[in-house]
């Protein structure tokens, strides 16, 4: 049973457009939710979060928004860049002890030049 | 200051075989936790370390097993290997008291035979 879900797993953009991510999830408990990007060969590199009290957060080309009622989260990047062309993960912490991160399964973004 | 190394990088074997993957957190961080990404999945959460306790763990079997050390390097060792332990084992260093935010290291890719 997947908690959160990743129901892209790919993307095309053209540079200088808008990229948006989509994620769902069905535990009510995550407490924060965070984006990570992946490049082959690298492991993650975390990139933006937004706890669970907040609807949006905004760090430079990178914005993530929760619709908690729906129970998902999106990131939105603009302008989109080439470099920007990696895997996408969300993920979902919960409220428990070790925190852990509940990952989706990715979506590929594609940023063409 | 270093990120968040693992060895090897890459590593064949072969079923019923033991296993040992090795991960040095970044510097200053006390809190260890290594995650399996099956191709083309999301990271999927084993087990976390806290200052050498077993702080939290995933849905994996206890042949799944982990140490972290007093410098805070650490080690994952699975026993009995089976066909579908077959993936990347990535390694995530933190600070216990920071909110979701994980550094990880680049994995062990993991192939058995």
């Known amino acids: 049973d997947q908690q959160v879900k990743q129901n892209s797993p790919s993307l095309s953009v053209q540079e200088g457009r808008i990229s948006i991510l989509n994620c769902d999830y069905t535990n009510s408990m995550f407490d924060y939710f965070l984006w990570y990007k992946k490049y082959p060969a690298e492991g993650p590199t975390f990139l933006i979060s937004i706890s669970s009290i907040k609807d949006k957060n905004e760090d430079g080309r990178f914005t993530v928004f929760l619709n908690k009622s729906a129970k998902h989260l999106s990131l939105h990047i603009v302008p989109s860049q080439p470099g920007d062309s990696a895997v996408y993960f969300c993920?979902?912490?919960?409220?428990?002890?070790?925190?852990?991160?509940?990952f989706g399964s990715g979506t590929q973004l594609t940023v063409l030049p | 200051e270093t990120g968040v190394t693992q060895s090897p990088t890459h590593l064949i074997k072969t079923r019923g075989q033991q296993v040992t993957l090795r991960c040095s957190s970044q510097s200053g961080h006390n809190t260890v936790s290594w995650y399996q990404q099956a191709l083309g999945q999301g990271p999927q959460f084993i087990f976390q370390y806290y200052r050498e306790e077993e702080n939290g763990r995933g849905n994996f079997p206890p042949r799944f097993s982990g140490l972290q050390f007093p410098n805070y390097s650490s080690e994952l060792n699975v026993n009995a290997l089976e066909l579908d332990d077959s993936a990347l084992y990535l390694c995530?260093?933190?600070?216990?008291?920071?909110?979701?935010?994980?550094?990880f290291g680049p994995g062990t890719r993991l192939l058995v035979l």
């Open positions: 995530a260093s933190s600070l216990k008291r920071e909110v979701g935010t994980q550094y």
């Open positions: 993920a979902a912490r919960d409220t428990g002890s070790a925190r852990q991160l509940t």
